[in-house]
């Protein structure tokens, strides 16, 4: 049981402290998920915690993603005509930029020598946690390291995404919603509807279908 409250009330802690730093600073460095993220790191690190022992309680909060997922199809609903309007392109989009988020990371792991397992766990990059987990499983990859390649992912889009689509111009809804759910799922589609619902209710169905698109894909190729 302590175990079990260490894990889970060190996350609460640590993220609570990234909300409180964000909300007081709006800093794009200061996301509660990059402060959480390094303050458990440098916990766990110096106080030679194992990562196995600090999971048995921060593993609720993997679970509890299922529900949070599912709690973007509130704001989803009020943009439904828009989504039905452009779903073509959505699907399209999601088509494409799934699979050369897969292929290209695949093929790159390969091409920098990496391990055959290494190679695998960087697979389903772009699907959302828990599904990522599973499919890297299957693949046979390092599901732990599989969320790390998700982390830097949703992190990455999160952090640098959104900038580079306003330095590029790219405004439309559609585009900037599709850009970022694809690339980096549940992380930059909630720094999405900071700014946008209709951003976020986009990016939320780009990386729903992705995570689908990359599910029956590794069950083809990679199981």
Same mark, same amino acid.
Request: hydrophobic residues 55%; glycine residues 12%.
């Given at each position: 049981?302590? *175990?079990?409250?260490?894990? =889970?009330?060190?996350? *609460?802690?640590?993220?609570? =402290?990234?909300?409180? *730093?964000?909300?007081k600073y709006r800093k794009t460095y200061f996301q509660p998920l990059i402060v959480a993220t390094v303050i458990l790191c440098a916990i766990l690190l110096i106080c030679n915690?194992?990562?196995?022992?600090?999971?048995?309680?921060?593993?609720?909060?993997?679970?509890l993603l299922g529900p949070a997922v599912v709690a973007l199809a509130y704001p989803l609903y009020f943009n439904l005509p828009m989504v039905k309007k452009y779903f073509v392109p959505i699907l399209l989009g999601v088509i494409g930029g799934g699979l050369f988020g897969l292929f290209s990371g695949y093929w790159l792991t390969m091409a920098l020598g990496a391990d055959p397992d290494v190679v695998r766990s960087v697979i389903p990059k772009n699907a959302t946690t828990p599904i990522a987990i599973e499919l890297s499983a299957m693949a046979g990859g390092i599901p732990s390291l599989t969320v790390v390649y998700?982390?830097?992912?949703?992190?990455?889009?999160?952090?640098?995404?959104?900038?580079?689509?306003?330095?590029?111009?790219?405004?439309?809804?559609?585009a900037r919603g599709l850009s970022i759910g694809i690339a980096s799922h549940g992380f930059g589609t909630a720094k999405l509807f900071e700014e946008n619902d209709k951003e976020g209710s986009i990016a939320t169905v780009a990386y729903i279908l992705t995570a689908i698109l990359l599910t029956i894909v590794c069950t083809i190729f990679f199981s």
């Open positions: 049981m302590l *175990l079990w409250l260490f894990g =889970f009330l060190l996350t *609460l802690a640590a993220y609570r =402290f990234g909300i409180y *730093l964000y909300g915690i194992p990562y196995d022992t600090y999971m048995k309680g921060a593993d609720l909060w993997n679970w998700v982390m830097i992912a949703g992190i990455g889009g999160a952090t640098l995404g959104i900038p580079i689509l306003d330095r590029l111009r790219i405004t439309h809804p559609v």
